[in-house]
C-alpha cells in the first residue's frame, strides 16, 4: 500500500537546514496496524506527515498503491488525502460548537454528499463507537476520551483504506487510552492504522507491527503479525462540494463562531486588504463598512454589483471586458476581484475549513438599472 525506498525529508530555514527523517525504507500493507514510537524529535511526526501527503518529502521514493510519487502536485497530493488519509490528532481537532452528529456529517458534506442521504452512515457510525446517547451533545461537553472517539467516527466515516494517528492518546488517562487504542483497532480492522505513541505496552497487544525511530532513522522494524493480503482497495469517494452545503456551513459556521475561525479570518483578512489595497480606496472601504458591516466572502457586496464568471473557467480576454463595458448601464468593471466562492482547506497539524457561500450569476434577476449614488473609483 505504502512504500518508502531511502526516502529523506529536510527542512530549509533561514538558510540552515534540518533533518526530519533520513533515508527511511518502509512497505506497509491493508490490514497492518502499525506502531511508531522514538523519543520527541526523533521524526515520528514528520514521518506521518509526509506518508499523509501533508508534507513534501525530498529525496528518495514514495510508493501509494504502487504508484511512484515524486510527480505529484500539491493538487495530486490533496486528492490523495481525500482519498486514502483520515487523521486523527492529539488534540482531536473537532469543532467544539457543533455536536457529536455535526461533527462526523461535517467531513461527508465536506466531501459532497447531500444531508439526508449521511444521516444513516452518521449515526451508524456514532453507534459503532459508542456515543449515541450523545449524538446531539455538543463536544465541549464531552470527555476526552469521548471526544477521541467522536474523532474516530469522524475518521472512519471518511471510509479511507488508510488512518493516520499522531499520539491519540496523548491527552488521555490510562484507561481512557486504552479504550481508544482497543476501539481503533476493532473498528479499523481491514484498513491500515498508522498510530504513533510514546506508550508502547498501550497497543503492544494489537500491534502488527513495530516501528522505532530516533534521530530521523529507523533503528528497528519489527513484523509481530502476518497480516492476510487483501486485493481489493476501496478509497473514499467524494464530489465536489454541493452549493446547498456550502451555503448551509457557510452559515453554520457564521453562528456558531469559533476562535480558530475568527483567528484565521484575520489573517486572511489582512492578507486580502494588502493585497486589494491597490484599488480599494479609503472612501469605498468607509462606504461598504457603513452600508454592510463586514463581510467576510465579498469585498464588495454593494446592490449593484454582478459578479460574472465563465462558464468554463476561462480567463477573461480583451474582448470579454470590451464585450461587457458595452452592456448598458455598466459603470465600470473590477477585474479579478476577489471573490472567495470555494472551500479551501488549510492543513497543518490542525486540519481547518472554511467555507464561502457562493451566488450564482443566474440568481441576479431583472435588468441593470443606474444606481442614483454612483461612487468615484479609484
Ligand atoms: P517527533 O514527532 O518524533 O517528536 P518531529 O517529526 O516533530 O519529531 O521532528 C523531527 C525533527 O524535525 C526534529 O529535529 C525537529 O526539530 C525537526 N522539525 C520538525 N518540524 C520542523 C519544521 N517545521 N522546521 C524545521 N525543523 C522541523
Ligand atoms: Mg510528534
Redesign the pocket.
Known amino acids: 500500500m505504502l512504500k518508502l525506498k531511502d526516502v529523506s525529508k529536510f ?1 530549509y ?1 533561514k538558510g540552515l537546514i ?4 533520513t533515508k527511511i525504507n518502509l512497505e506497509l500493507k491493508m490490514g497492518e496496524f502499525v506502531v511508531i514510537t ?12 509526509v506518508l499523509s501527503g501533508l508534507d513534501s518529502y525530498e529525496e528518495g521514493e514514495m510508493y501509494i498503491n504502487g504508484e511512484e510519487t515524486s510527480h505529484y502536485t500539491e493538487k495530486d497530493f490533496e486528492d490523495y488525502r481525500r482519498k486514502y488519509i483520515a487523521n486523527i490528532f492529539q488534540s482531536f481537532n473537532l469543532i467544539n460548537s457543533y455536536t457529536v452528529y455535526q461533527n462526523v456529517e461535517l467531513v461527508l458534506l465536506l466531501n459532497g454528499y447531500k444531508r439526508k442521504e449521511v444521516k444513516k452512515k452518521v449515526l451508524e457510525m456514532i453507534d459503532k463507537v459508542g456515543l449515541s446517547k450523545f449524538k446531539n451533545t455538543k463536544v465541549s461537553k464531552l470527555s476526552g476520551g469521548q471526544k477521541q472517539r467522536v474523532a474516530i467516527a469522524r475518521a472512519m466515516v471518511k471510509e479511507t483504506p488508510i488512518i493516520v494517528a ?1 499520539e491519540p492518546t496523548g491527552n488521555l488517562d490510562a484507561k481512557a487510552s486504552k479504550d481508544v487504542i482497543e476501539l481503533l483497532k476493532k473498528v479499523a480492522k481491514d484498513k491500515l492504522v498508522i498510530v ?1 505513541t510514546h506508550n508502547i505496552e498501550q497497543v503492544e497487544e494489537y500491534a502488527t507491527r513495530i516501528i522505532k ?1 530516533h534521530d ?1 532513522r529507523i533503528v528497528e522494524n519489527k513484523t509481530i503479525k502476518e497480516v492476510p493480503k487483501v486485493e481489493h482497495i476501496q478509497t473514499s469517494k467524494y464530489n465536489k462540494i454541493t452549493i446547498a452545503n456550502k451555503y448551509r456551513l457557510g452559515t453554520r459556521n457564521t453562528f456558531n463562531i469559533i476562535t480558530k475561525f475568527l483567528l484565521l479570518f484575520a489573517v486572511f483578512l489582512f492578507i486580502s486588504a494588502s493585497l486589494l489595497s491597490e484599488y480599494a480606496s479609503f472612501e469605498q472601504t468607509e462606504y461598504e463598512a457603513n452600508k454592510q458591516g463586514y463581510n467576510f466572502y465579498f469585498r464588495d457586496l454593494s446592490d449593484n454589483r454582478i459578479i460574472i464568471k465563465k462558464e468554463n473557467k476561462s480567463n477573461f480576454t480583451k474582448e470579454d471586458y470590451e464585450k461587457i463595458s458595452k452592456i448598458e448601464n455598466i459603470d465600470y468593471i473590477v477585474k479579478d476581484d476577489l471573490l472567495l466562492d470555494n472551500s479551501f482547506a488549510i492543513y497543518n497539524e490542525n486540519e481547518m475549513y472554511i467555507n464561502g457561500k457562493m451566488y450564482d450569476i443566474k440568481h441576479y434577476k431583472g435588468n441593470l438599472t443606474r444606481r442614483k449614488n454612483t461612487r468615484k473609483r479609484k
Open positions: 527542512y530555514n534540518s533533518t526530519g527523517f522514538g523519543e520527541s524529535g526523533s521524526g515520528k511526526s514528520t514521518l506521518l506527515n499522531d504513533v525511530m530521523g
